[in-house]
Structures are given as C-alpha cells and as structure tokens.
DNA sequence: ACCCTCAATTAGCCTTGTCTAATTCTCAAT
DNA sequence: ATTGAGAATTAGACAAGGCTAATTGAGGGT
C-alpha cells in the first residue's frame, strides 16, 4: 500500500498542440509518428534536393515502402505534403512549420541536456529524438529562456527561434576541404545519429575546438592537431564536420 | 530549403526500458498506456483497500468498461497485476515496481519544472504526467541529481529514490481535523488534477506555508489565517490538506 | 518501339487500444 | 431460494501503423 496520489486522466493520442498550452501551428494533433516522417522528409529535402522519394525515406525510418506510400497519402490529406504520384513528396509550408518545431525541440533539448543536466555531448541525440514529440511549447520556450535562446545546439545546429525563423548562420566549410596549415575552429557537426559524435567526442573534435590541419591527404584523410594532440580522421568524417578560419586574435573580420 | 540537419532512426513502441540506459525493472517494454493503468491501478489501490475493480479503473481512466477488462488481461500476461475474473486486481510486486518507477519519473519532473524552470506550482502535473512516459531511467536519475534528490515533489508527495523505496514520512492531520487556534504547516496537498491546486494556490496554501486554523465550523468549512489573508475552504478541499504541527520554534520534537 | 528493372502502389493481414451492443455473473434484497 | 440491478466479460468493429506478397508504372537501354 504505501504511500501515494496524484493520478492520471488519460493522455496519450496527444503530440502536437493537444490540449496543453497554446494552439499551436500546424492541422491540430499530430502523432508522434507523423512527426518523425516530417522531419525526416524535412532532413532529406534539406540535403539533397527536389522531391523525397518513397524509398528514401522508408530506408531513413526503417520502414517498408508500403507503409511509406500509404502515410504519404494521410500526410497529403492533412496538408502537410505535396504528393506527386510515383514521383515523391515535398513539403508544404505548413509542412515545414511542423518540420521547424520538432528541429526547434529537439535542438533546445540537446541544448539543456548538456548545458544544465550535465549530459555527455554525444549522448544527447536519442534522449531529445524521443522528447522532442513530447514537451509542451510552453516549456520548450522556458527551456529555451533558460538557456539565453542560444542559436545553436551542443552539435553546431542552428535552433529556430520561437517564430520559426532559423538565426542567421556564420559562413563555413568542410573540414575536407581546409587549406593545409590553417588554424580553424569547428563550428558544427552533421550527424544522423550517436556514432559519429561518439567517434569524434573520443577524438577530440566538437564546437567551439580550435584545430590545425596538419595535413589533407589524396584520398581526403585529414590529419588535425586538437588540443589534446594530433587525430587522423577518414574522409567521410571530415566530410561531416564544418569548420571556420581561427578567429584572428579580437574576433577581428576576415 | 534553409538549414537542417539531425536525423532520425524510428523510435516509439518506447517506454518503459526500451533500449536506452539500463535493463530497467519490469517485463521490459511497456507502452504508455500500460504504464497509466499501472499507475493508475496504483493510485487507487493506495487509498482504497482490497481490489481494484473495472469500472473504478474505467472511471479514473476515462474510457469504458471492456476496454480496462481487456487491457487487465494483457497486464496479467504480463505478470504485473493478479486478476480474479470479476473481482477485479491488485498489483504484484513487478507491477507495484514499475508504478513507482512512474511516480518516480512524475513527481521528479515536477519538482524539476517548478525549481529549475520557474513553472508555476499548480501548472505542472499535466506537463508531468505525459513525460514521465518518455523521461529515460538516466535523465531521471540527473534530475534527481541536479534537484539534490528531494524526498518530497511541489505539492509534498514523497519521491522514491532510485531503489524506488520511499523516504519516511512525516506525521500528519487533514486540515479538516485540526484543531482551532492551533498554528500548522502545510506538508501535502493531495490532488486529482490541476483543478484543486490552481483553487488553493489562489488562496495561498501551499506546502512549507504556515496556517492558524481560526475556526472549523459544524459541517467542515474549515477557515484559516494564511500569510497573504484569511481564507474559508470547504470540507472536500480541506481534507486534501495535510498539515503537522508549525515547527516550534528551533524543530523541537512535539 | 519494346523490354527489363526497379520503384511505387495496392491488397490483405496483424497488433494495440478503443468503442458499442449483447451476454453473463454476483450479490443484496426480498 | 429467487430475482433483479449493476458490474464484468464477450463479440464484433474501427483507426493507426506496420508487414508481406502481388501488381503496376516509369524510364533507360537496345
Ligand atoms: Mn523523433
Ligand atoms: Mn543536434
Ligand atoms: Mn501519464
Ligand atoms: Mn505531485
């Protein structure tokens, strides 16, 4: 028997602007699941470009196709996608407002995990993949006054502000692609999931480190010394890691 | 088109011990919705006696009959509720474990939202109530952590620790049996919902305040002397209240 | 123009959680 | 001992998300 209280009415079949706070953008009440298919067309829209396949994205949330074609169809009659039969989907404003809030969740989520609970910078990823479909506007935008409104998450992602709008974003490149001898500091880190932060995080490499690159070998091996010594790193991570020149000296312009 | 980046891999059909952190407690997985009839069943064990029958479950968790009467023999599968056929359950020792992992999980956000995020009081168990679903055993644990494991949430329901044993309870009376002219601090506001709480921190109880019980009139309206003014609660409210005797003076034992 | 391959869609089935309608128990009151 | 009311369970459906197998469409190569 111990001791107890609070109960529970039901919640659940909840997700976007439900009952909670504010009635948020978006065609009321959108499923978890919805979500993640919004932001994954979001994310390959975002880098590759024209239309998202059915295919592709099946591959990105580990689905069959079929179950692809057929929530493609309830995402059309919901306004979030324009479908283009056998050709693929892109999506509508509207679309990419909700893409936008889940980014913006997620992002600050990652954001308070490391800066005020603690958490290790490649472990964050997962936590706020499943949180992000959860929290409330409300406290989003509380955890967002609580960190300042910073303009980028732990990984160098740009975190939209409360009206959607993404804050403007310093010029960089790829790590790839660095002069030899340069100084750089990394700025952001493109990643799908944990394993390459957790690579990288053991390597020394995350935002705001100062690098040299020592030396850019034929087949794109980019050799850097960190702060905590020099790292070899395959061309398919330094491909993922966005850097720009040193600030010289007072953050004088280049 | 503009910026993006963090992808997903399909999460959901999460809960309770999925893949993140540690091979929780429990028959792993279970759904959210099985944990609010657990928790549920929980709640209404503890302050009840004997089983918990279908339609008190049906009630609490607004939706119909057969529908707890099929979701009860899913969690007798599952081990975590002993059934007898139209008598209604009670929890096993599995399942009254994984009740307090969620009450855990509850109280601790709440305490989390009201310290660290500057929720209001009376504000927070909806927020609550939905993510302590989705909160990892690991984020839980740096809450209680970050918080300095507190033994007791905003509206003084005690916490289980991480071994999910509860702290000692203090003593206490139901307002609506104090004595007249005695001075009593509030230690527990007992709650449904947000309905109560918003009613008594618009009259300015709350835990930790200090009350002089000025009269307690024939059929239970109990009125008191708070810091911010007199107030009159009825019966129903008054006895959610649980108050022990104002510390006198220097703690001294009564 | 024709074909072949691969992508996409359709068809049909499954599980979870819910509902309504119908049926079956239980138990207290006669 | 009966019986009737109310509680619980069974039966049958449905929506959401998934899956496999079968079918259809799109396009490049010849
Ligand atoms: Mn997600
Ligand atoms: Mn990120
Ligand atoms: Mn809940
Ligand atoms: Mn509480």
Not at 230 to 242: D, K, M, N
Request: overall charge negative.
């Amino acid at each position: 028997m111990v001791a107890a209280s609070d109960d529970d009415s039901p919640d659940d079949g909840h997700t976007r602007s439900d009952k909670g706070s504010q009635p948020n953008v978006s065609t009321g009440m959108l499923s978890a699941v919805m979500e993640d298919y919004i932001k994954t067309i979001y994310a390959i829209e975002s880098d590759s470009d024209g239309r998202v396949s059915t295919s592709a994205l099946a591959d990105h949330l580990e689905v069959t196709a079929p179950t692809v074609s057929s929530m493609l169809k309830k995402l059309e009659e919901r306004g979030l996608v324009d479908r283009e039969e056998y050709k693929g989907v892109t999506l509508t404003e509207e679309g990419e407002l909700v893409a936008l809030e889940i980014i913006r969740h997620h992002r600050l989520l990652e954001a308070f995990l490391t800066e005020q609970l603690d958490y290790d910078w490649a472990d964050i990823h997962d936590e706020a993949d499943r949180l992000e479909h959860h929290v409330s506007e409300e406290l989003t935008d509380r955890i967002a006054e609580a960190l300042g409104n910073p303009p980028v998450d732990p990984h160098g992602d740009p975190i939209p502000d409360a009206d959607l709008s993404f804050p403007k974003e310093s010029e960089t490149i790829r790590l790839a692609d660095a002069d030899e001898g340069g100084r750089v500091t990394v700025r952001r880190i493109r990643h799908q999931g944990d394993a390459e932060l957790r690579y990288l995080a053991d390597a020394g490499v995350r935002p705001e480190v100062e690098l040299t690159v020592v030396d850019v070998a034929p087949f794109g091996m980019v050799t850097v010394e960190t702060p905590a010594g020099e790292q070899s790193l395959p061309e398919e991570i330094a491909q993922l890691i966005e850097v720009a020149p040193a600030a010289a000296a007072d953050g004088v312009e280049v």
